[in-house]
């Protein structure tokens, strides 16, 4: 039998028990050993436990359970809503200024936490009552804390970065450092349209109550005294330092990222204790608990997923499937957007983890053949599987959001978010017109390579 007809067999086989219902783990884990049984050697199944504590035993991989330790310490504190709350008090004269607080709030934990729903969850839960309360609609601040939670799989320390880094065999500490500079351009452009918009709701409010309305809340103007924002930083600027710090020290070489990681995670729970006095059992229970939970579904998604592109690399599926692309002799632009189109489509049903892992070995040789820098893609591609995040059907933080206020209909979230994932697609072609803006930051700290 042919590679292509394998290799369709094992994609059709792939989806159907994926939409089965089916854990990602199980179905590519089931997936790749029903293949080997089949189309492999009959001793490839003895070797399934060795290939895949052989795929993961990268220090690099080390870091994932690290960085979720050190997020969820953040997240089960009081940290994120102090957070929010200084950064709101600080910027509550800006137009929107409650809109751009939360989405600078996001960044910030974000560059802490490495992980999306984590954000949206610890963002969310302060932020979406603090703007409906004065007056924001339901849909523009759920899109706010949506999309303002896609910055965790971007700034780093990325949990997807990670991955991606170990999978294109590329530098992490370059490739997070690229991420800065896309991540910066998000945070304006989403600030931007939250001013933006703010301004068209207040006008609306304000027609309203001169028509003899009803008073809304936007109308409410807040006040904070320079005590009062002054207050509020004691609690925030040790955890802005322990983001400096973790940066100086991977940056710096003074640590390797998996060192970092741990370095992180220690201080993170040495602050919470110290600040807000998490240290009995009962309290760093379950920060321990969900930093386990969480740590084992993702190790288990990537050990499964590495084994399934092991089996793809062994019948020669990716080969050929990259192979073909190139064969196809598609201009790189053209090579690039079909690529990119593809990973919009995975997005509708899988987890950016899920699309690194899969996709890597069949787009990443025709991609580095047509002279595309894979650190500037991968920047590019964690922008669109953002966008996965937050689109229909399966948009992660859209759910993440739904639990967080059960009373937004969902519809008004969906529509709330649209905009946004427009903003990404601006990003998405100013970093193709400009790749500078990923590339310029890596290239001054560690140097530039042979592009």
């Known amino acids: 039998m042919s590679a292509a007809a394998i290799g369709a067999m094992y994609g059709v ?15 590519l884990g089931a997936i790749a050993v029903l293949f080997m049984y089949f189309f492999m050697p009959a001793a490839s199944l003895d070797t399934v436990t060795q290939n895949v504590y052989e795929e993961m035993a990268s220090i690099t991989l080390l870091a994932i359970p690290l960085f979720i330790l050190k997020g969820a310490a953040i997240g089960k504190s009081r940290a994120g809503a102090d957070l929010y709350s200084a950064i709101h008090a600080w910027l ?15 960044a910030l934990f974000a560059a802490m936490a490495g992980s999306s729903p984590a954000t949206c969850s610890a963002i969310g839960s302060a932020g979406i009552p603090e703007m409906r309360a004065r007056g924001y609609s339901p ?14 799989i971007l700034l780093p320390p990325s949990i997807v970065m990670i991955l991606f880094a170990v999978a294109a065999e590329q530098s992490l500490g370059r490739l997070f450092l690229a ?5 910066v351009l998000l945070v304006l452009l989403f600030s931007g349209y939250a001013a933006w918009k703010f301004r068209r709701e207040y006008a609306v409010a304000l027609k309203v109550y001169e028509g003899g309305g009803a008073k809304s809340a936007y109308l409410h103007e807040e006040h904070f005294t320079l005590a009062d924002k002054t207050r509020m930083l004691p609690r925030v600027l040790p955890f802005i330092v322990l983001l400096i710090g973790v940066m100086v020290a991977l940056y710096g070489g003074f640590a390797t990222p998996s060192e970092t990681a741990g370095l992180g995670g220690l201080l993170a729970l040495g602050l919470i204790a110290v600040i807000y006095g998490v240290w009995r059992p009962s309290q760093v229970k379950p920060i321990l608990a969900s930093t386990l939970k969480e740590s084992t579904m993702l190790m288990f998604i990537i050990g499964m997923s590495l084994l399934y592109s092991y089996v ?3 019948l020669h599926i990716s080969q050929s499937a990259a192979e073909w692309i190139v064969e196809l002799h598609l201009s790189r632009w053209v090579l690039l957007a079909t690529i990119l189109g593809f990973v919009v489509v995975l997005g509708f049903f899988l987890p ?4 690194i892992l899969m996709t890597a070995p069949i787009v ?22 953002e966008m996965g ?11 993440v959001i739904k639990n967080v206020a059960p009373d937004i209909p969902l519809k008004d979230v969906i529509w709330g978010v649209m905009p946004f994932l427009g903003l990404m697609f601006v990003a998405v072609l100013l970093l193709c017109l400009f790749p500078g803006i990923a590339t310029a930051l890596p290239d001054a700290v560690m140097g530039a390579t042979g592009r």
């Not at 509550?92 to 996001?106: D, E, R, S, Y």
């Not at 991420?179 to 991540?183: F, K, S, T």
């Not at 995040?389 to 759910?399: A, D, Q, R, S, T």
């Open 312 to 314: 793809m690399s062994y």
């Open 13 to 27: 086989g792939t989806l159907l028990l994926m939409f089965s219902g089916m854990p990602i783990a199980f179905a």
């Open 92 to 106: 509550h004269k800006v137009p929107g200024g409650l809109g751009i607080a939360n989405v600078f709030a996001c």
């Open 139 to 152: 849909g523009f601040a759920a899109g706010i804390i949506a999309a303002g939670g896609t910055l965790g």
């Open 179 to 183: 991420g800065i500079g896309p991540g």
């Open 389 to 399: 995040l937050i689109h229909p059907p399966v948009g992660l933080n859209i759910f």
């Open 364 to 385: 990443l040789p025709p991609l580095k053949a047509a002279g595309f820098d894979l650190i500037w893609f991968g920047v590019l591609m964690t922008i669109v599987m």
């Open 352 to 355: 950016p983890v899920s699309i």
